[in-house]
């Protein structure tokens, strides 16, 4: 089976938990400290705050942001749940925006502009299947209304020029992500202030962690806000080291796979449109595509399966769940809904080759095939 993520973990991972277990320290300490500093670098920032996942990040981030009660912030409908509940953590009420359109499905900011009140205080923008927001123009948008800016960055890990438009950025280290420490996160930002306060609010607050007390530097503690436990913890960070190293040669073979589908996809099957089909910077997080209008994508997924490939759908749109539509019934994002019905998701990781993608290529293309005659036959 050719499955849509895999995690890529051996042998170096393995001698690097070992290594932690081995050394009596296991809750959050030095190797955090050195995951911190190289994945900042990595990405040209002088400072990184590591947490417990990106969930946690985005929360911390909007905390950190002053964002609350009677709030409005900006946010897509096509992403991950996780990115519209953080505003519902802390109290604030978060507004549907649609996507621009299907070659370039981010948040809109025409439609933005349309959803701006005078309560709007911050915008969370996702980087969707590792392909980045228009920089420039949020940050002018933000700037004439006075938001905040939040990156959603999950799917963005190593892409080049990432975490330079929002005051904070969050990466997601769940397992189906471009690097993986099973569960974990980061958050970036230019401003040692916001970075100070993020570092704070994920240990319940407190002015200093149990690691540099054990180290004897400092004696005691004091509470200076209301914080959480959004803490990462050695074994975690010493397997984001590990696969931090490998992120940008990862990061080059998924755009070289993302290359491969877009010609053979064109070749193959025509009737299938691809998104950000020009771009070729960014992260390449997943490979989605669009089926024709009419296509039961139910029974092409089934079929795909039986074929061997696994796909899966990115998103379903968050306005669509029913906890989402009790709270907020009239939404409607007619570009987001459609490209949700429409979208597929392909395999897309670093264990895959060039083989692989003709096999899922052609897999489609034979199940597509396959409805097509039997919605002739019906006619
Ligand atoms: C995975 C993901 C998250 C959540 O990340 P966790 O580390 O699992 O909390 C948030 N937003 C997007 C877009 C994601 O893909």
């Not at 990595?42 to 911390?60: P, Q, R």
């Not at 330079?164 to 420490?181: D, L, P, Q």
């Not at 998924?254 to 099957?269: H, I, M, N, P, S």
Request: glycine share 8%.
């Amino acid at each position: 089976m050719l499955s849509v993520a895999e995690p890529v973990l051996g042998d170096d991972e393995r001698a690097a938990l070992a290594e932690v277990i081995d050394s009596g320290w296991i809750t959050m300490g030095a190797r955090v400290e050195a995951f911190e500093a190289a994945f900042a670098s990595l990405h040209g920032m002088d400072h990184a705050v590591a947490v417990s996942s990106a969930t946690a990040g985005l929360h911390l981030a909007l905390v950190a942001a002053g964002i609350g009660p009677g709030d409005e912030v900006l946010v897509p409908s096509l992403t991950f749940v996780a990115t519209v509940n953080a505003v519902l953590y802390v109290g604030a009420r978060p507004v549907f925006v649609d996507i621009e359109d299907a070659g370039t499905p981010l948040m809109s900011i025409r439609d933005a502009a349309r959803k701006v009140t005078d309560r709007t205080r911050a915008a969370i923008l996702v980087h969707y299947a590792g392909y980045l927001a228009d920089g420039p123009a949020w940050r002018a948008f933000a700037d004439a209304h006075g938001l905040a800016i939040v990156e959603d960055a999950a799917h963005a890990a190593g892409a080049p020029g990432v975490g330079r438009i929002g005051e904070a950025t969050v990466f997601s280290f769940y397992g189906n992500k471009n690097m993986t420490t099973a569960e974990g996160g980061m958050v970036v930002s230019q401003s040692e202030a916001v970075l100070e306060r993020v570092r704070k609010l994920r240990a319940h607050g407190m002015t200093t962690g149990t690691f540099e007390r054990h180290g004897g530097s400092v004696y005691g503690y004091d509470v200076t806000m209301l914080g959480f436990n959004y803490r990462m913890d050695e074994l975690r960070a010493a397997l984001g080291l590990v696969q931090l190293e490998k992120l940008e040669g990862w990061n080059d073979r998924r755009g070289l796979l993302t290359r491969a589908y877009r010609r053979k996809l064109r070749a193959v099957v025509p009737e299938i449109s691809v998104p950000f089909a020009e771009i070729d910077v960014g992260a390449f997080h997943i490979m989605p595509v669009l089926v024709p209008r009419g296509v039961d994508k139910k029974k092409l997924a089934a079929e795909m399966r039986d074929c061997g490939v696994q796909t899966s759908v990115h998103y379903p749109p968050v306005h669509s769940f029913t906890f989402y539509g009790q709270l907020f019934p009239d939404v409607q994002l007619p570009v987001t809904e459609d490209f949700a019905a429409r979208e597929l998701t392909l395999p897309l990781h670093p264990r895959l080759d060039e083989g692989d993608v003709d096999t899922v290529v052609d897999a489609l293309a034979r199940c597509l095939a396959q409805q097509q005659e039997v919605a002739d036959e019906r006619i």
